[in-house]
T-cell receptor
Framework: QKEVEQNSGPLSVPEGAIASLNCTYS??????FFWYRQYSGKSPELIMF????GDKEDGRFTAQLNKASQYVSLLIRDSQPSDSATYLC?????????FGAGTTVTVRA | EPEVTQTPSHQVTQMGQEVILRCVPI?????FYWYRQILGQKVEFLVS????????KSEIFDDQFSVERPDGSNFTLKIRSTKLEDSAMYFC?????????????FGPGTRLTVT
């Protein structure tokens, strides 16, 4: 079982739609959960993080966490062409981030 | 806005040579990290560093690797004898205190090519 699994892409959504990204993790000791965005050839850019069960909203982004199910998700509302990127799920334990392989999102105009 | 900087942006070296990758973390951050990403693969943790010592390292971070904070601003990763498989993007990151989470901010990366 992979440490962090993300839904396989690519995910293509029309402009203005909601993009839904899923992530499961195996280490129950994970403390916080981070979402990064990575454009091709660039470094990971922090979008948001969550550490309590439930929902957390930040602008057009909503993260959801269910520790019992070892599941975390990211919703992107009102998707824009600039949201086209690879989204990385990264559970954190102590100071180490464990990254998933990422889900590539393409927003079509 | 404060950011992590890395130099050089691209380093080409021959197999067996030593390389030093440099990073300047965000100024009030206390924790420093190195990650790498082989082309087409996921980002992998190498090492974390706090209070002038390694706090955690991965299996990748073997005796060929070392880290140092030589002064109050720089954080370096040294690879003693590079191998072809060390070719990757190397990212430095830093974090400060953040409740129970430690938000890590990444630098732009150094692309290391070993020939």
């Amino acid at each position: 079982q992979k440490e962090v699994e993300q839904n396989s892409g690519p995910l293509s959504v029309p402009e203005g739609a909601i993009a839904s990204l899923n992530c499961t993790y195996s280490d129950r000791g994970s403390q916080s959960f981070f979402w990064y965005r990575q454009y091709s050839g660039k470094s990971p850019e922090l979008i948001m993080f969550i550490y309590s069960n439930g929902d957390k909203e930040d602008g057009r982004f909503t993260a959801q966490l269910n520790k019992a199910s070892q599941y975390v998700s990211l919703l992107i509302r009102d998707s824009q062409p600039s949201d086209s990127a690879t989204y990385l799920c990264a559970p954190q334990k102590d100071y180490k981030l464990s990254f998933g392989a990422g889900t590539t999102v393409t927003v079509r105009a | 806005e404060p950011e992590v900087t890395q130099t050089p942006s691209h380093q080409v070296t021959q197999m067996g040579q030593e390389v030093i990758l440099r990073c300047v973390p965000i100024s009030n951050h206390l924790y420093f990290y190195w990650y790498r990403q082989i082309l087409g693969q996921k980002v992998e943790f190498l090492v974390s560093f706090y209070n002038n010592e390694i706090s955690e390292k991965s299996e990748i971070f073997d005796d060929q690797f070392s880290v140092e904070r030589p002064d109050g601003s720089n954080f370096t990763l040294k690879i003693r004898s590079t191998k072809l498989e060390d070719s990757a993007m190397y990212f430095c990151a830093s974090s400060g205190w953040g409740r129970i989470s430690y938000e890590q901010y990444f630098g732009p990366g150094t692309r290391l090519t070993v020939t």
